[in-house]
């Protein structure tokens, strides 16, 4: 993190956009009371917060990347509208909020939000589930910044289920992005904790809708008109991780062929991304970045070919009656491998060195040596990212239709390299 420049600074609030800028670990219950007490160093506020959160029948804010909730804390009450993400590119998300009067939304203070948008010509909004944490509170100084650590412990309920939460939260009061960064890994490492881009509302909406147990697909971040190359990396490249650790998660509790397989796509967007905006994010870290996702590849790739396996050409061999004879045996033997290769990959999701990889991936994305103001990269860094795009795009498009142009000659390693050209497109 010696590396990292000062740049981003914690927004507390700005005509466009109010944000905040925050990390998440996942811990086990039994440690959590240590851990806070370790990052704090004292015994931090305590209060009860019981969170309610709206929406449409059809979802609008939802579908729109936003939550709404009210919630209530001590004698209070306090309405906040979250976006999932910023779309200049910066990390963060952004955040309305105001003081009402009771449970019920306040409309009107809506209006000057990017959810008016989605509510002007919507049904009501309707309560969908509730969100209890105990939280325990305490800042620290930690270069030049203020943070706010924050143990949450309760649970979600919706529909008359629930799901249990404990999560620490750091959150960034004041100062720079690379202080908050710069802390959380030194935190991560001490106390073994993993990373998760996970939120309240998204686990509400999971066991509101029965999702949790669904692999995690891509969401495109939205790209503000205007924003520059490194911007567009930075938002592509977060997501891209926020995919594969959310599979991450779902593998560990519920491994299964569509979360190995969306896990593997958010490794493969990611090693795109960075060979994509290579010109703009080449420096002397990311040669590291690469050969651990190239790691994590491979601790994937076995559960990923049993599963194709399994479903393509063995099923196919088992409809042909003619074609029986050892197909039984055969069939046990690649269910006893993939579960093998299931152990393999969930052993990985759940390691100190994919915790690294995640960690470390984060930091150099948001304030990495490309970052600074004399990396190799930064003409390139501040043009439009539309430009940039439609080189790149045209670059690699050229190079498939060189191919396909003689595609019948080529042989099969040859054409699995076009395949593989295709995917990054």
Known sequence: MTDAPRSGTAPSSTADTPSEIELKFRLDPARAEAVFAALSGEGGQSRTLTSIYYDTPRRALSKAGMALRVRRDGERWVQTLKSEALANGDMGRGEWETEVAGATPDLASLKKTPAWKSL??????????TVKV???????????AEIEIALDRGE???DGRTSPITELELELKSGETSALIGYAAKARRTHGLALSFGTKSGRGMALLERTGERAVKFRPPRLKPGLSAGGGFKAIARAALEQIVG????????????????MRVGV??????????KPVVEDRRIGAIKAELKWLTGELDSARNLDVMLAGAYRRATRRKSDRTGLVDLGRRLRAARGGAYVRARSAAESERFADLVMETLAWIECGPWTKADAPGAKARQKPLADFAAK?????????ARA????????TEQRHHVRIDAKKL
């Open 120 to 129: 002007a010509n919507a049904k009501p909004l309707a309560p969908l589930f």
């Open 392 to 400: 790149a795009l045209a670059r690699r498009w050229k190079k498939i």
């Open 247 to 262: 599979n991450a998660e779902r593998l560990a509790e519920t491994p299964g062929p569509e979360v190995v397989h969306q």
């Open 268 to 277: 493969r967007r990611l090693r795109s991304a960075l060979a994509t905006f």
């Open 404 to 411: 396909c142009a003689k595609l019948e000659t080529l042989s």
């Open 156 to 158: 979600v309920a919706a």
């Open 134 to 144: 105990d939280r325990r509170i305490a800042c620290r100084k930690a270069g030049g």
